[in-house]
């Protein structure tokens, strides 16, 4: 079998990757054996212009956000799936010196702003006495549910493998790559965290374990909006559950549920409802994410056919699709890649 590419992994990174080759008629087969635990899977895939203690506009939200929507909207015609989950966010204020300072900003990211109150606007559900921000552009992804529609289409057009590619067999020559029965001209590495790829364990990774919480409430929060301040409250699409989240670590890196987590969770959990409700499981998984928090993508800095498109972090969900754009570009078109990206800032770091 002759192919352009080979894609190893198949998650938020791989799906992005694949979906912006298909625009250029390129040929590819995707390997990938099904994890359980990883993050893609567990993930609550919350998608948010404003972020951080501070409430600021998150990297590069102007270019990102529109992108992404488009994005996973013409995904979900392709796949003739269901995934795409466009909500208002509804960041409460913590105390009056909070709201003021929120208040007296001068950039508001006033794009991204659908209402301010200054009001509790939901004290039915939770604690906002102080009032707080509605988002525009934000919701979040099924994750799961995207993946699982994406597989079966790539399984229905013979783009897909459930294996796991042994890396012992690949045999990269400075033209092609050869692996068992396929010859194919590159390789794109969408493999999760990296310590076991040989091609690329020399970048400075820093994976990052989250916990997430399944709960039930009392009663029904407001299906219209996403509770987000210390955790997030995300609705099940297709379960009668509220995800809450995310914790992050980055030493005990398992897919262990652990108390800790559950009591951060719950802690901050009880400062934001009002309402009671019952934790039904614990989920963990591992997500991809490098030492400065930006993306890892790029070429080999030997291996001319050789890619990685990874380490988007906590942040996949908006990141993968406006990146994967402009990595393929770079590929094919040889655009530039965004210099905070682009792995040669960590060249330095390789030795052969």
Known sequence: MQIDYIIVGHGLASVAVVEHLKKYSKSFLVFSDENPNASSKVAAGLYNPVTGR???????????FPYLEEFYSGLEKSTQGKFLHKKAIYRPFLSLEDQ????????RS????NATYTVSHFPEYINDEFGGILLNRSGFL??????????SKLISDKQFRNERLDFEKLDIKEDRILYNDIQSKSIIFCDGPLSKNPFFDWLPTAPVKGEILHIKTEKPLPNEVIFNRGVFLVKSPKHDYYRVGATYEWNNLDYEPTEKARKQLTDKLDDLLNIKYEVLEQVAGIRPAS???RPLIGNHPELKNVFIFNGLGTKGVSLAPFFANEFVESIINLKKLNDEVNINRYYPLYSS
């Open 54 to 64: 501070k409430m600021k506009q998150t990297w590069k939200a102007t270019e990102l």
């Open 291 to 293: 030492k400065d928090r």
């Open 100 to 107: 003021n300072d929120w208040m007296a900003k001068t950039n």
């Open 110 to 113: 006033d794009h991204f702003i």
């Open 142 to 151: 099924d994750v799961k549910e995207m993946l699982e529609c994406h597989r």
